[in-house]
């Protein structure tokens, strides 16, 4: 053999270790693609709709939004719903991931006047996917409370668990013989601390250290208390199956001193929710307890902000879900940090301080630096810390302006889905399914239509709002039909 012969094969073996599974997918491994309803539907005041929070943001503080659009229209998928079924079937893709709103069901939140033209849209769509043979996912909550509810306080009065289950109840009577995987909320992070805590997302309080952990509170007993309904009442006769979907931010330190900031970030920003029902003591995490409270007294409360759970809810809350859901989308570093003491705030809480890496590409969102790397570290944390759920991925994706020719869209999606691949076969980590978010550009919150992350382009001039595979959605679809992953570069 000559040298380069023998350098050719050194660096083919190199290569093996991780090839060693082929990038082929577990048997049984479900794909699918995602949409909330407030960023697809549209409709905003049709079919007998209530407003949320959203239309009540959007239209009072266009100014909030960057380009001060909003959901009135969005991609229209009330009405293009077989569209949007269509585009799953082209894909291939064995489930779809949408979300119910909640004013769509109960206009106002309270059980008193069902919107049956509503719970209609939702029977018509899940048919539809199930006579194409797509399995409906269904997020039960996805940021859209009634506003009438949020008038009383939305997710800090601790009544709302009531009308949650109210609302949830209907759902299952009404479709669970044929909705068999249900998430009760999206992303609990995101709706108290960016909507509660500070203003990224609607109804935007800005009251940081103290609505952000109410909400979290009441969020907590209603998703348990929705779970028992289904235990106690449907599972036996529907025999579904009901998660829980938190957003994770891999946090990681430069040192072993950061390390402990960065772990407790981590309980901080994801154990907040994941320790309460996944970990076999329950309740939130001990260091978040203990730095809250800390904190809280130094300041002068009585007690600590966090408000506590007595035993039996800790006991009412542990254990009720059947998988987590990680929506994964970034990374950042992290350091311990002093701040001004008397300040009430989350980040005054937790004392860390965190930034995106320099040497991590950047996306078009200022908040997402890619880093693959760290999703296989956050499914290990996850299966160490809570004894190895289940995992669905439920969102992983990518934002641009909306190129058709999207090629750094796929080398994300690749990345991400070795990355997961690594952590299953290297690492035995539970992941069972995995979503692309999103099936199609749509409204993306603050961002407005900025910011895309669609397989299929929206053309959001067009009232039409017609829809065209990008490069990903092909390469998506390629994934799917061969269960392998395609690792060729493409450019
Ligand atoms: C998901 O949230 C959502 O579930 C989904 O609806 C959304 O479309 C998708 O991600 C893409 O963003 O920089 O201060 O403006 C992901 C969670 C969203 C959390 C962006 C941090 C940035 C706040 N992340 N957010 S800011």
């Known amino acids: 053999m000559d040298l380069a012969l023998i350098t050719v094969a050194f660096v083919l073996s190199l290569g093996t270790s991780s090839f060693a599974y082929n990038y082929t997918f577990p048997e049984g491994f479900l794909f699918g693609t995602a949409t909330s309803a407030y960023q697809v539907e549209g409709a905003w005041i049709e079919g007998g709709k209530g407003e949320n929070i959203w239309d009540r943001l959007t239209h009072e503080r266009p100014d909030l939004i960057l380009d001060q659009s909003n959901g009135d229209v969005a991609c229209d998928s009330y009405h293009k719903y077989k569209e949007d079924v269509a585009m799953c079937v082209e894909l291939g893709v064995q489930f779809y991931r949408f979300s119910i709103s909640w004013p769509r069901i109960y206009p106002h939140g309270f059980s008193y006047n069902l919107n049956k033209e509503g719970l209609l849209y939702y029977s018509k769509l899940v048919d539809e996917l199930l006579a194409n043979g797509i399995i409906p996912v269904a997020t039960i909550y996805h940021w859209d409370i009634p506003q009438a509810l949020q008038d009383l306080g939305g997710w800090t009065n601790p009544l709302v668990v009531n009308h949650f289950v109210e609302y949830a109840r209907v759902l299952f009577d009404n479709l669970g013989d044929r909705i068999k995987y ?6 609990p992070s995101q709706i108290c601390q960016e909507g509660y805590g500070n203003m990224d997302k609607a109804p935007a309080l800005n009251l940081s250290g103290i609505a952000d952990y109410l909400c979290g509170h009441n969020l907590l007993k209603a998703h348990a208390a929705v779970y028992h309904l289904y235990n106690d009442t449907y599972r036996e006769s529907q025999n579904g199956t009901v998660g829980f979907t938190i957003n994770g931010v891999w946090y990681e330190g430069n040192s072993t001193y950061d390390d402990d900031a960065a772990e407790r970030m981590m309980q901080m920003y994801f154990g907040w929710w994941a320790h309460p029902i996944f970990s076999s003591q329950g309740d939130y995490p001990p260091v978040m307890k203990t730095f809250v409270a800390r904190k809280s007294a130094a300041q002068g409360y009585r007690r600590s902000r966090l408000p506590e759970f007595t035993p039996e809810e800790i006991e009412y809350i542990k254990g009720t879900a059947d998988f987590m ?32 890496d320099r040497d991590w590409p950047m996306t078009i969102a200022p908040w997402f630096g890619i880093n693959p790397l760290g999703f296989r570290k956050h499914l290990n944390w996850i299966k160490e810390r809570y004894n190895s759920p289940d995992i669905y991925i439920t969102e992983n994706g990518y934002p641009d302006a909306g190129e058709i020719d999207d090629f750094d869209r796929i080398d994300y999606y690749r990345e991400h889905l070795k990355a997961m691949l690594d952590a299953i076969y290297e690492d035995n980590v539970n992941v069972r399914g995995y979503t692309a978010w999103s099936l199609m550009d749509n409204f993306e919150w603050m961002f407005g239509y900025a910011h895309r992350f669609g397989l299929y382009y929206v053309d959001l001039t067009d009232p039409q709002r017609p829809r065209t595979p990008k490069r990903s959605a092909l390469y998506y679809k390629e994934i799917v039909r061969t269960r392998q992953l395609t690792y060729e570069k493409l450019k």
Do not use: C, M
Not at 325 to 346: I, P, W
């Open 182 to 187: 249900w998430i009760t909320i999206n992303e």
């Open 325 to 356: 859901g990680l929506n994964f989308y970034t990374a950042r570093k992290a350091k311990g940090a002093e701040y001004d003491g008397l300040e009430v705030s989350y980040s005054n809480d937790h004392q860390v301080e965190s930034w995106i």
